[in-house]
């Protein structure tokens, strides 16, 4: 059975400063998928990474693969206050679901 | 941009109680999903659809549930009789082929309480 661990669960971090939010996976998977989710609202696509090296960026959010290790990253660069959120890896094992992390709520401090 | 929607945003029922919880993908789309997060959880599947009929289903998705595409726009999940634990919202998702092949794009969910 497929299962994902993000971690931490929880991040508090001053604006300006740059954290990483791991995401381990325990069975081959097709692809990963990093979702946001603001308080109450749906889930937002953030990256899709499909192969082993793949690494995404948009803004100050990068995302990188490493499916040799099951291991996703997804890195913040000089955090601001509107990065707060919950961030959610999701992967898919072969089948249509996708199984996801707990997720990681992230606050940044000014 | 085409987003998917869900009706209504809010659903507050009495335990044993049928629900119906309402989605409309994006109209190109083939692939209709289930999602669920109870409060302060991570986001569990429930169910897949396609071709008229559901292609894939999780443990929680037992004989309570249904789904339903009951015209060529509609996407429906019924809960016969709703259990208190069945508190949670409950996102649609659609995507234009298998999730396999393509991202997933979630409504605003509805969050339905059980009282």
């Known amino acids: 059975e497929l299962k994902v661990e993000q971690n931490p669960l929880f991040l508090s971090m001053q604006e300006g400063k740059n954290y990483t939010i791991y995401c381990n996976y325990s069975?081959?998977?097709?692809?990963l998928y990093w979702y946001r989710q603001d308080p109450g609202k749906s889930l937002e696509s953030l990256f899709v990474l499909l192969s082993n090296g793949a690494v995404k960026q948009e803004g100050r959010l990068m995302a990188s693969l490493d499916t040799k290790a099951r291991l996703s990253t997804l890195h913040i660069t000089a955090a601001v206050h509107d990065l707060s959120a919950t961030y959610f890896c999701?992967?898919?094992?072969?089948?249509?679901?996708?199984?996801f992390g707990k997720g990681t709520k992230l606050t940044v401090n000014p | 941009e085409p987003e998917v929607t869900q009706t209504p945003s809010h659903q507050v029922t009495q335990m044993g109680q049928e629900v119906i919880l309402r989605c409309v993908p994006i109209?190109?789309?083939?692939?209709f999903y289930w999602y669920r997060q109870i409060l302060g959880q991570k986001v569990e599947f429930l169910v897949s659809f396609y071709n008229n009929e559901i292609s894939e289903k999780s443990e929680i998705f037992d004989d309570q549930f249904s789904v339903e595409r009951p015209d060529g726009s509609n996407f429906t999940l019924k809960i016969r009789s709703t259990k208190l634990e069945d508190s949670a919202m409950y996102f649609c998702a659609s995507a234009k082929a298998g999730a396999l092949r393509e991202k997933l794009f979630f409504g605003s969910g509805t969050q339905l309480s059980v009282l």
């Open positions: 999701a992967v898919q094992g072969g089948s249509e679901k996708l199984v």
């Open positions: 069975t081959t998977s097709d692809r």
């Open positions: 109209s190109n789309h083939l692939y």
